[in-house]
């Protein structure tokens, strides 16, 4: 029997992080009597008196959100990580490490209005929001080994208030992921002297099998050895290293490519799509400094959970959190499905 | 300013993974308005006709369930791994490595009732739930490197069918995360000629401050470097290496340890706890029947979602998968939550 992708399960790996996922074509059509998620419509009213992230209203202590009319950023009134904290006692026993944290969370409101999202915002607005994000990069870089801007959309996504914001944690250190990722691209970078994902990016484009947007300045993939069903990466074709160093031109694609994808999301099940999603380039702060950032490429990540349909997701549990990761259909058919769907109109203005 | 653990945010290393998880104490107090999970109350019937699971009831494929009166284990009719399938051509291109992936997926039921789970079945039922783990292991080990028994229980952690079971998926090749635990126990071992785990609960036993429960033959402990809120390892005292190592005695008393454990989580919020639990021990299948396992210690570990209440999950998102594990309340004020719950009398028999 010939090996065929979509039908025969199979591992492929992450060479960003070095870990195997399951591929497992098919498994979608298992019966369904598990949860069923709420379908997210935008029924929210544009304004909510209630909500401390709408212009005007007064916050749980006892600051007053302005009337902002495009983007507006505070300090997170719950913040994981805070500036000023106590250096932990060191431990010569390998089995209680403790390492010092510090950092500073903030929140990004992206829009005055609570019934929009960045889909159903202009791209001009979405612009705003990007150069919103790298003003922050700016500062919060210069101090942090690590800026991680991210945005959980949706209740599904863990999301704890429906206004349109993102988050922007910064760290004092370099997070798991990030480290495993500086490892990887510097490994592959002393063996071929080129940034692995702009080879990456080179095979797929001639490959087209995986692609759902490219222009000038942008790619989105389905990656190779995507996890969640319809996870995107969205990969800048011009050596970019960090979003800071994004010209104009170049960030105003970046508003029309992520209008677009967040638009097929939206259409794919007819609904406001969760995702988490967020920022990874080269390491910053003092320390990485004067390092050298050849072997990055700026890249955004979308993970979405839904699998089949606006009520069923992708649950990442027992054999997921014991064993490895797993999907259920390929990277290919996703893409597909990605590819062919709308992503010019919004099914709320059909 | 004196470093406290349960007012600073900080790092704590995982040594059997060697990753980072920040510890943020405190967060439990911000506002929610997120997804709210349905509690889980044993509203179930005891029989439901058209449930597959249930003694009697045919399946999709036109298999008929048998009248079972104690556990009952079948082949997933939507296997993720199977036998049979043929291998995928080698690439010598480093970003698109694909490996093979053969296996098999069982489903086992604990019980022919609808509405119990494992804290409202007796240890002595639950004790026959081990034996058949132990006669599944036995078969399966002896020809896959990797048998993954887990169990998703509650539809929050992806259960897609309510009656009382688990799932037992096989594998050709060691997954990511056995596969790093083995690299991560052996270098202790070869450094300390110690099973980690043995010197791990010797040390906590000692500090009595994540302890949950203790008795002869096994402990129950909030891991230092716990990621979900109430995790916890049920670690075997006896130097056993896999599940099919226990003694009679050994596998009653962890019927009577996984009966308290259970009731404790179930009497927390007062709801059907939540989890996603398995096994790990040393890797099997002819591969690894000749090496050594001396670095290995059998143990469990659930991972509950639950952070406030009945209602309100700890999500993985946004910051967790794309820097790092993220915790909102230190694992000390985990362990004396479940140490100070009643283990004894589950909240529906009071
Ligand atoms: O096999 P089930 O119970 O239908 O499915 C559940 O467990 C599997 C193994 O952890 C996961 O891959 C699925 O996402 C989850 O919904
Ligand atoms: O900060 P929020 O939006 O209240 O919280 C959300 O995002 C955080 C960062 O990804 C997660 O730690 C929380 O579990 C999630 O509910």
């Not at 994000?133 to 999301?159: D, H, P, R």
């Amino acid at each position: 029997m010939q090996f065929v992708a979509s039908e025969h399960p199979h591992r492929r790996l992450n060479p960003l992080n070095g870990q195997w996922v399951l591929v497992c074509p098919h498994r979608t059509q298992r019966p369904w009597s598990g949860q069923q998620e709420k379908a997210q419509k935008n029924e929210l009213p544009e304004f909510d008196p209630t909500n401390p992230l709408c212009p005007g209203v007064t916050r749980p202590n006892g600051i007053q959100t302005p009337e902002y009319e495009s983007t507006y950023v505070f300090e997170n009134d719950f913040p994981a990580l805070v500036e000023i904290v106590p250096v932990p006692p060191n431990s010569d026993d390998p089995l209680f490490q403790i390492a010092p944290a510090r950092g500073n969370c903030r929140v990004m409101c992206f829009h005055p209005k609570s019934n929009l999202t960045l889909p159903t915002m202009s791209a001009a607005e979405i612009a705003v929001v990007i150069d919103e994000w790298i003003s922050q990069f700016n500062e919060l870089s210069a101090k942090y080994a690590w800026v991680q801007i991210f945005e959980n959309k949706g209740a599904t996504m863990g999301c704890s208030n429906p206004h349109p914001h993102c988050q922007i944690w910064s760290c004092s250190f370099l997070p798991t992921e990030p480290q495993l990722k500086q490892e990887r691209l510097r490994a592959y970078y002393a063996t071929n002297e080129r940034p692995m994902l702009a080879d990456y990016v080179e095979r797929e484009l001639q490959r087209q099998e995986r692609i759902v947007i490219e222009n000038r300045d942008w790619v989105v993939v389905v990656p190779f050895w995507a996890t969640w069903p319809f996870e995107t990466m969205l990969i800048s074709r011009n050596n970019n290293k960090r979003i800071n160093d994004l010209t104009t031109e170049q960030r105003y694609n970046l508003a029309l490519t992520m209008k677009e994808l967040t638009t097929k999301y939206d259409n794919l099940f007819h609904c406001s799509f969760p995702y988490s999603m967020g920022w990874h380039g080269a390491p910053t702060g003092p320390e990485h400094a004067h390092a050298s950032s050849a072997h990055w490429t700026l890249h955004a990540i979308y993970y979405p959970p839904l699998l089949r349909s606006a009520s069923v997701r992708k649950f990442m549990v027992g054999f997921e959190l014991l064993a490895m990761a797993q999907r259920d259909l390929t990277p290919e058919q996703a893409a597909q499905r990605l590819r062919e769907v709308d992503g010019k109109c919004h099914y709320l203005q059909k």
